[in-house]
């Protein structure tokens, strides 16, 4: 069998120097860890070029989508080198929010931005571990030489380049729905739960703006100032791409060890550091965030069971408080064991869309939010993963994301919405969350 290749370069904490360098290539995509210092910041990924590219076929079913992408990772084969790397070639890419209507059995929406999935299928990745302060290039045996002289040499000799292309806001953000609108849809969730028909509805409004030049310099100036644990960049050519600043595990599985980290439970950071205590303290009590969460832990216990081990499944952390720039959220985490004959592309579309960003039940919600939702989602509440040939797999919730298409940048801030909430309040929360991302690039990027 032909060997894995493993070419050590200068470690580097900040991915955006390697990024850089392929920041406009085909496929160009990047894994942020955002806080090198983190536990759970370990990795930073990036690639480019796929050796093939996947969408779904229209009408075609998330089960044949799926099998297709099973087939294209098995074409790598699934031996790993002798030393353990997370990732060794393999499938990178994201799933939309609308991709969950497939899964769910929805009819497709009218209003796709983008490919409701774009997934492709890679065979080197240039990795930073920051626990080891170790960046190096791995190469899966099916890369031949020639192509990887050409990818060290580009590394070797392009890291000092610095990212000279402008990049400009037409206008400040600007809201799709009025405050009057946003109380009545709110008024009308109300109505389902007291009906039954729902405990939870995920409910979200966008912002927009329009702009010209290459999204890539923002995505340098908002890491500076908004960095988070599981962000990434994913270059869709012509100008386009999406940026995400996402605090959220999706579905992590290595080893067949499962875990998922949803977060229900917002509160702004304070000014002061006894007020920003006040905050944490007033979101760990409270019994409105805690039954939001709750919902949702109880939702994603049984989307990850569907696929792990019969009694494997625990709830390790209760309503932890994480702390971020611009808020503190309410974590949980779920963990399982991977049943026998699952793999993580089971995990993974089975529980899609992610329960926190939707509500519960998960179908009944998604059919409210269509309803009442004045645009689409797109990537927004989708997920951008990575799988690679040993069936290590980690994702995230794009939450805290932007969408750079056409010439229009998207972005939506949203919340649970339960029996206790208040639409003045839920309002506040869904723009306090995306504040700091707005304010940032009009500050910086406006003429």
Known sequence: MQPFHVHPLPYLADPTVFFAVIRNAPGAVLFD?????SQRGRYDLMSAWPIRSFQPYEGESSAAFAERLRAALKSLGHRRPDEELPFTGGLMGYLSYDF?????GLKPSERVQIPTALIGLYTWALVSDHQTRQSRLIFNPAVNNQERKSIISLFQSGTTRKTDEPFTLGAKFTPTVTYNAYENAISSIHDYIAAGDCYQVNFTQKFFTSYSGNPWRAYEIL???????LGGYINLGQH??????????????????VET???KGTMPRGRTSAEDQHYAEKLAASEKDRSENLMIVDLLRNDI??????????VPELFSIESYPNVHHLVSTIQGELAEGRDPINLLFDAFPGGSITGAPKKRAMQIIDELEATERSIYCGSMFYLDTA??????????TLLANSGTISCWGGGGIVAESTAQGEYLESVTKIRNLLKCLESYFLP
């Open 223 to 229: 890491r500076n100032h908004c960095a988070t644990p």
């Open 100 to 104: 969950g209507r497939a899964v769910i």
């Open 391 to 400: 069936g290590h797999m980690d994702s995230s919730i794009t939450i805290r």
């Open 261 to 263: 980290r949803p977060i």
């Open 33 to 37: 860890s955002g806080r090198p210092t």
């Open 240 to 257: 386009d791409a999406i940026m995400s600043f996402s605090p959220e595990r999706f579905i992590q599985s290595i080893n067949g060890r």
């Open 305 to 314: 069971g569907k696929n792990c081990r019969s009694g494997s499944v625990s």
